[in-house]
C-alpha cells in the first residue's frame, strides 16, 4: 500500500486560492485593513482612507506635514507592507492630504 502525501488544511487553501486567483485580492483586503497596525497608531488617527488599486495604495491624510514625511520615506512605506503580506502585493504608494 502506498502513502500519499500529506499536506496540512492550510497549505491545501493556500494552493487553492492560487490557482483560483483569489490570493491577491485577499491579500490586497489584508493590507488594507492592516494599514494602522503595520504603520502605527500616529498614522492610524491621521490616515482618512486607504484604497488598493492595481498594486498602487492610495492613502488619504489628515495631515500635510505627515504627508511630507511618508512621502520622503515610501520605498521603506512600500517594503514593509509587502513584508506584512510576504509577497509584492503593493508596487507604490501616493499619499493625498
Excluded at 492613502?59 to 521603506?76: G, H, I, M, P, Y
Aim: charged letters at 35%; proline letters at 1%.
Amino acid at each position: 500500500m502506498r502513502r500519499q502525501q500529506v499536506q496540512s488544511i492550510g497549505d491545501v487553501l493556500a494552493e487553492y486560492l492560487r490557482e483560483e486567483g483569489l490570493e491577491k485580492p485577499l491579500l490586497e483586503r489584508e493590507i488594507v485593513a492592516s494599514w494602522g497596525d503595520i504603520m502605527g497608531d500616529l498614522v492610524s488617527r491621521l490616515t482618512r482612507k486607504v484604497e488598493l488599486k492595481d498594486g498602487m495604495l492610495i492613502v488619504r491624510l489628515n495631515s500635510a506635514a505627515l504627508k511630507a514625511q511618508l512621502f520622503e520615506c515610501r520605498r521603506d512605506v512600500v517594503r514593509k507592507l509587502n513584508e506584512h503580506a510576504g509577497c509584492e502585493v503593493v508596487t507604490d504608494v501616493r499619499f493625498i492630504g
